[in-house]
């Protein structure tokens, strides 16, 4: 069964950092894809960062860049989302989610080539 547990968020303050963690199980990691997706209220879903498993490349959402990197720990099963200088605009659920290794990584933004999802954690950032 394949299973994704997002953890790590919580409340700070503007121009604080957070790290994500999204511990995968229930498929072998190395042959998939780990997107960072999130959603605010009232917003669509949207992609903030991928990372191809096979051979560690990353990409990221222009509204983050330069704030946030993705890495991943092979060993633990689990993908990390650090975040720094974060801004009020950053406030979502963030989720992840698992794809296919083998899709061309310029499609990583779009959310429904994404087979499975965790189930969020809330990030707050107060102005």
């Known amino acids: 069964e394949v299973q994704l547990v997002e953890s790590g968020g919580g409340l700070v303050q503007a121009g604080g950092s957070l790290r994500l963690s999204c511990a995968a199980s229930g498929f072998t990691f190395n042959n998939y894809g780990i997107g960072w997706f999130r959603q605010a209220p009232g917003k669509e879903r949207e992609g903030v960062s991928y990372?191809?498993?096979?051979?560690?490349?990353?990409y990221y959402a222009d509204s983050v860049k330069g704030r946030i990197t993705v890495s991943s720990d092979n060993a633990k099963n689990t993908v990390y989302l650090q975040m720094n200088s974060l801004k009020p605009e950053d406030t979502a659920v963030y989720y992840c989610g698992v794809r296919g290794g083998g899709l061309h990584s310029i499609t990583w933004p779009e959310r429904y080539s994404y087979n499975y999802w965790g189930q969020g954690t809330q990030v707050t950032v107060s102005s």
């Open positions: 990372i191809k498993m096979r051979d560690g490349s990353t």
